[in-house]
């Protein structure tokens, strides 16, 4: 469609109904056919959250390097033996380092809403940033409790975000930071009762949200579940898991399917089948159920234990699982690991491509570029330069 065409049209049909459905890929590109789009799409707040409801997300898979850099991935499934590619690392310039343009180093990463949290090596800083328009916002910790914390990002009813601080395993010291009004407040008795935060260090966003896997002490047993932190309510609830272990999981896995549902994998021994449980879209007025939709033995020599990453294609069955690999009889052996598992529910063990093996780690997530600016102290979004 020619732009005389688009010129033809209504202005609000073009901007409410047809722009604001196409990827944000090909938007960036029409941006330069237009003043007016480009205004739209750099700089309308509206617009940018109507896109991000409406439009098709390009979901693409992103990985944490052992150089401390954050790279697309590719696993290329068309030869006898899958193998990954890594593509060049993204361009996070650190400001505050004495080398100019020196990259920032990234210990952990965070994605919510396209945008991701990035947390320094030193634990001194992190970084809001999205990727897809180049804007961040920076930050320091408030420090309050000691290093070693988690950071999640996410947001409430209006939209507002915010960042929850935590310790993995705990059951108080919480501390959410609004953009909003630019400060740090401590926040108590978030959990239900008896229950602590972090059992394995994996926790995602799925609408604002943050979930992760919490565990808690009866006189009997120990019991487990997903929790949810409600940006809104600033208060966890249990998301109840497909079953309960006799006495503990041997390996758990959570992740996002298509910024839609969650899934996870469960393994209770290591003889046991590995699942895959995906839940129904997750919409606040729907009760969440699950539905199995993998199951597999690892096969010689692969195993998985403890708690692993993973990226699942619902559509097509096929999982991708990433872990770190320790040998605790001879450390130089450890090793990251890559593993595909399809329809046939045969694991395959994925190759590294040239010069890959020294610097991947078992550090994967899903990424939708998106055009939501990044909120500013007093609630207002900066346009972003392109």
Known sequence: MTMEVFRDLPKELVEEEMLTRVPATYLKGLGSTCKRWNRLFNGDRRFARKHSDKAAKQFLGLTLTRAFRICPIIVDRDGKVPCLEVKTELSLVDPHSKYPGAQFDVSRVFHCDGHLLCTSVDESRFVVWN?????????????RGGKGRAFALGYGKNKSYKILSYHYGEKKDFEIYEFSSDSWRVVDDIMPPGWSLGYGSIVVSLKGSMYGYAAAETKTQRI???VKFDFSTEKCVLVPLPYQPRSRFYVIGLSVVKDEKLSVLLQLDVTSKTEIWVTNKIETSQAMSWSKVLAFDMGPGLELYDEVRFLLDD??????IALNWFDFDDETKSRDMIYIVGEDNEATQVDFGPGIVDEFRADILHYFPSLVQIERAGGKRKRADM
């Open 315 to 320: 559509e097509k069955k096929v999982v991708m």
């Open 131 to 143: 990727p897809f328009t180049g804007e961040t916002r920076w930050f320091q910790p408030s420090y």
């Open 224 to 226: 487990y579940s997903l």
